[in-house]
């Protein structure tokens, strides 16, 4: 019954989002919908050379400024994390932080490091209609949805409160928003546990650093600490004033990491969200 309900609700709010406009509102309108068939397009290539680019490839010889290349050989899946900011905190349209030029940017963002699979954090409606298109919603997820490139294999799963699940081309991802309470982090890490299959990431918004999630018993492993990256501060506060470290992750289990990069560039803007996009380019099987 609850999941009827949930299904409902986020159909009335695709049709909601496509009417308000927006680069991405074909995508968004496409809802629910799980597409079959085609296998994945390989991710286009970045240049290699920029600080906070962690590769498991040798470096290539590139552009300055930019992040490390995806392997050329075999297949690869990128994933985009990104908690975009609740639209409503930013209202002020002469604000530096105004939510409708942070949201374009997004745009250009995405298309720019062209994911295969966006998992956001704190949407409302109509944020998401900023997703380029060339994407669906897979899942019933309202603030933590899961966006896949068209002609990429996937189905959802099941989906929480702190968490929305889906499999995409053979890997199951979670893609989470959870809290820093101790009981909140043992509560989402135990139900993303009980998603895993044996090829698997979890990436999102944790709202903790890496080792509270590991002493909650989490059976992934940090992509970061795979590929050798620091735990570099993921929080880009709005204040300016604090920092918060590591919150936004990327967990692997069963799969090899081989690019990790924290995405620092505005696009037109001085800060997209007040966190730091991640991209992870894995293996796929």
């Given at each position: 019954?609850?999941?009827?309900?949930?299904l409902i609700f986020c159909v009335a709010l695709c049709?909601?989002?496509?009417?308000?406009?927006?680069?991405?509102?074909?995508?968004?309108?496409?809802?629910?919908?799980?597409?079959?068939?085609?296998?994945?397009?390989?991710?286009?290539?970045?240049?290699?050379?920029?600080?906070?680019?962690?590769?498991?490839?040798?470096?290539?010889?590139?552009?300055?400024?930019?992040?490390?290349?995806?392997?050329?050989?075999?297949?690869?899946?990128?994933?985009?994390?990104?908690?975009?900011?609740?639209?409503?905190?930013?209202?002020?349209?002469?604000?530096?932080?105004?939510?409708?030029?942070?949201?374009?940017?997004?745009?250009?963002?995405?298309?720019?490091?062209?994911?295969?699979?966006?998992?956001?954090?704190?949407?409302?409606?109509?944020?998401?209609?900023?997703?380029?298109?060339?994407?669906?919603?897979?899942?019933?997820?309202?603030?933590?949805?899961?966006?896949?490139?068209?002609?990429?294999?996937?189905?959802?799963?099941?989906?929480?409160?702190?968490?929305?699940?889906?499999?995409?081309?053979?890997?199951?991802?979670?893609?989470?928003?959870?809290?820093?309470?101790?009981?909140?982090?043992?509560?989402?890490?135990?139900?993303?546990?009980?998603?895993?299959?044996?090829r698997d990431i979890a990436c999102g918004d944790w709202?903790?650093?890496?080792?509270?999630?590991?002493?909650?018993?989490?059976?992934?492993?940090?992509?970061?600490?795979?590929?050798?990256?620091?735990?570099?501060?993921?929080?880009?506060?709005?204040?300016?004033?604090?920092?918060?470290?590591?919150?936004?992750?990327?967990?692997?289990?069963?799969?090899?990491?081989?690019?990790?990069?924290?995405?620092?560039?505005?696009?037109?803007?001085?800060?997209?969200?007040?966190?730091?996009?991640?991209?992870?380019?894995?293996?796929?099987?």
């Open positions: 019954m609850i999941k009827a309900v949930a049709v909601s989002c496509a009417r308000a406009g927006g680069p991405g509102r074909a995508a968004l309108s496409a809802g629910l919908a799980g597409l079959g068939g085609a296998a994945a397009a390989e991710p286009a290539p970045l240049p290699d050379g920029a600080p906070g680019a962690y590769s498991a490839a040798p470096s290539l010889a590139g552009t300055p400024g930019a992040s490390a290349p995806v392997p050329q050989a075999g297949r690869t899946l990128r994933v985009l994390s990104f908690n975009i900011r609740e639209w409503t905190r930013d209202r002020d349209e002469s604000g530096e932080y105004y939510w409708r030029k942070r949201m374009e940017a997004m745009g250009r963002m995405l298309e720019d490091v062209d994911p295969d699979v966006i998992c956001l954090q704190e949407v409302l409606p109509p944020a998401g209609s900023y997703v380029p298109d060339g994407y669906h919603r897979v899942g019933v997820g309202v603030s933590h949805p899961i966006y896949v490139r068209d002609g990429l294999k996937a189905s959802r799963h099941s989906f929480a409160i702190f968490w929305e699940a889906c499999t995409v081309s053979g890997i199951r991802i979670v893609n989470v928003h959870s809290r820093w309470e101790k009981e909140i982090v043992e509560r989402t890490v135990r139900q993303v546990n009980g998603q895993l299959t044996g709202n903790t650093g890496l080792r509270s999630i590991e002493s909650a018993g989490l059976r992934m492993q940090s992509a970061r600490t795979l590929l050798g990256a620091p735990e570099t501060d993921t929080f880009a506060n709005f204040t300016k004033s604090e920092s918060h470290g590591a919150i936004d992750h990327f967990f692997v289990n069963g799969i090899t990491p081989v690019s990790y990069r924290m995405l620092t560039d505005g696009y037109g803007v001085s800060r997209i969200s007040d966190h730091w996009p991640i991209l992870l380019d894995v293996e796929l099987p």
